[in-house]
């Protein structure tokens, strides 16, 4: 089998890489087992100058990154460049703070001594899709590594060199070879190694019925998971909003890295008194941007990560404006096989409709209009997706009791749904369980230890007259 690296921009093969096979990948899980048993005993401080290292690693070779990432997938370099710079800041993050989230926890009881240890399960698999490819892994791994586990990489198919680059980061960085593993294969091995008792733990990032099969075989094995799944955000619009900033925000939530992100919004839910402007304002910050050659500076949004989603991407608004749906901006394919995909905008969708229930994971943004709060609720949560939403109104009161009510697992208020070290990022629902970043991820991969220390403290006796 083998696995190729294509530009999604020209079409071209980049390269070929021979697939593992499962000889090879048990001898690195085997090395990788072997380490989980040594790389725990280094210290806070040790692990912390390493991760410190791979940060300015990250930023040295910040720009041969990006032009991978434009080269793989079609990420403009630019925006490339953002995402290194985030993925150092993460790595700066957890170097910094990982030995206050895992110290230990005191608990008053009646023991002499009783605290709660963080300490790590030991081989985890990551499997990591192309959307952002050293930001998905890096946000994994950097808590993993300083938590003291050890990782194994399995990275979508079609980014094999962003993947080994991620690879090389860690060992240039003083990383024992072990503690980071870049593993070519199929997914056919990856439920061989769930089932192998070495792993103790899996995370995911991906579609829906990826996740339900790493999940099946994961729970079958009695393994911890947490699972980053699809997301269908809603991005709620009142009446009372800054409607020029929400259709300018809005423009730029629905086309993070060509509408090929989790979070990016999808859902415009849009009070009925305001739909009109919104549509127009919101068509024209679409129609400015500019697309073209991924490393080109100036490229603001470059082509799908591979042809055959933008087919997909064609057939559910296609099939949505057969039950319905109106156009109300014309963009998509200029024909199919092509993994470009210009901004669309549909209005007037229905339940009946794939692009209700299902996510559509490009630069497509979905219209409905809402007459009131409650209703903008409704539609929000009629979803079988809960990742991330946003709500936008003058009046802050009413923004975050609105918050409180929408299904999701990050809500966020005049401002873009994004991620960040500092706050916990997860869904629920179909999106998926568990979270990463902030003290919440590094303590995803973690024994919850409770020790107990020096039985029943004395009881003061009584004196008895």
């Not at 423009?251 to 009070?271: D, E, L, P, Y």
Request: hydrophobic share 45%; net charge positive.
């Amino acid at each position: 089998m083998a696995i190729e690296s294509i530009n999604p921009y020209t079409g071209r093969v980049l390269r070929r890489f021979r697939a593992f096979s499962w000889a090879k990948t048990e001898r690195i899980l085997a090395q990788a087992s072997r380490a989980a048993t040594s790389w725990p005993r280094t210290t806070f401080a040790e692990r912390s100058s390493l991760m410190h290292r791979a940060a300015a690693l990250l930023r040295e070779r910040q720009d041969e990154l990006a032009r991978l990432m434009a080269l793989e997938m079609g990420k403009p370099v630019a925006d490339g460049r953002a995402e290194i710079e985030k993925c150092a800041l993460t790595c700066d993050y957890y170097a910094d703070h990982a030995a206050e989230f895992l110290r230990d926890e005191e608990v008053s009881t009646v023991a002499r001594r009783s605290f709660i240890a963080y300490e790590p399960l030991g081989v985890v698999l990551a499997i990591m899709p192309w959307n952002f490819p050293f930001w998905q892994v890096i946000r994994f791994a950097a808590p993993a590594l300083m938590a003291g586990n050890v990782a194994l990489l399995k990275h979508a198919s079609n980014v094999p060199q962003c993947a080994l680059a991620l690879e090389s980061i860690f060992h240039d960085a003083g990383f024992p070879p072990a503690t980071f593993r870049t593993l070519l294969i199929g997914s056919d091995l990856v439920e061989k190694l769930l089932q192998d008792d070495r792993v103790m733990a899996a995370t995911l990032t991906g579609s829906e019925l990826a996740g339900s099969k790493v999940a099946a075989t994961a729970g079958a094995n009695i393994k911890k998971t947490v699972l980053e799944l699809g997301g269908s955000d809603p991005f709620v619009v009142l009446a009372d909003a800054d409607l020029e900033l929400a259709a300018k925000t809005a423009a730029q939530a629905r086309m993070v890295n060509a509408g090929q992100s989790c979070i990016a919004a999808k859902r415009f839910i849009v009070h009925k008194s305001i739909v009109k402007p919104f549509i127009s304002q919101l068509k024209t910050h679409l129609l400015a941007l500019r697309t073209g050659d991924p490393l080109d500076a100036a490229t603001q949004y470059g082509p799908l990560a591979r042809p055959d989603l933008a087919d997909e991407l064609t057939k559910q608004v296609e099939d949505s404006v057969k039950a319905g749906a109106k156009i109300e901006l014309h963009g998509g394919q200029s024909k199919p096989g092509t993994a470009l995909f210009r901004p669309m905008i549909i209005s007037g969708v229905k339940p009946n409709q794939p692009a209700y229930h299902e996510e559509l994971f490009g630069p497509v943004a979905i219209v409905l209009e809402a007459r009131d709060d409650d209703e903008a609720v409704r539609l929000a949560n009629d979803s079988r997706f809960g990742l991330g939403a946003a709500i936008w109104t003058r009046d802050l009161a009413r923004g975050e009791a609105l918050a409180r009510r929408i299904a999701a697992g990050a809500v966020f208020v005049n401002s873009m749904v994004k991620s960040s070290p500092e706050m916990p990022f997860g869904g629920i629902k179909k999106s998926g369980y568990g979270r990463e970043l902030s003290y919440l991820g590094i303590r995803e991969f973690v024994n919850q230890k409770s020790v107990w220390i020096g039985g029943d403290a004395p009881v003061a006796k009584t004196k008895v007259e």
